[in-house]
Nanobody, 126 residues
């Protein structure tokens, strides 16, 4: 099983940037796809972005396309989420997740992710 720990959250003004990191332990880190989800107060958790085990394939939810970039460094067992042009509606707890397999056609289903981090708070002020 992969253990995940997120970091990099915080308070930022609208238009600003943050980079989230997700460190992982476990032998299978490089062989599984990774994803970022978020949950805003009073809302269900939603898919944000995902990346295949190799890093060649990525997927984003429409609301963050062109603003967020997911990447990974398998030598450091770390996945990143670079968030630019942040908006107040991006405010949420952000969760890192490890998929059960190396790549998928559609990453939006939570059921394909078997390990989750504790989350990191991102707050964007207007």
């Amino acid at each position: 099983q992969v253990r995940l720990v997120e970091s990099g959250g915080g308070l930022v003004q609208a238009g600003g940037s943050l980079r989230l990191s997700c460190g992982a332990s476990g032998r299978t880190f490089s062989s599984s796809a990774k994803g970022w989800f978020r949950q805003a107060p009073g809302k269900e958790r939603e898919f944000v972005a995902a990346i295949s085990f190799s890093g060649y394939s990525t997927q984003y939810t429409d609301s963050v396309k062109g603003r967020f970039t997911i990447s990974r460094d398998n030598t450091k067992n770390t996945v990143y989420l670079q968030m630019n042009s942040l908006k107040p509606e991006d405010t949420a707890v952000y969760y890192c997740a490890a998929a059960r397999g190396p790549s998928y056609i559609d990453y939006e289903r939570e059921s394909i992710f078997g390990s989750w981090g504790q989350g990191t708070q991102v707050t964007v002020s207007s």
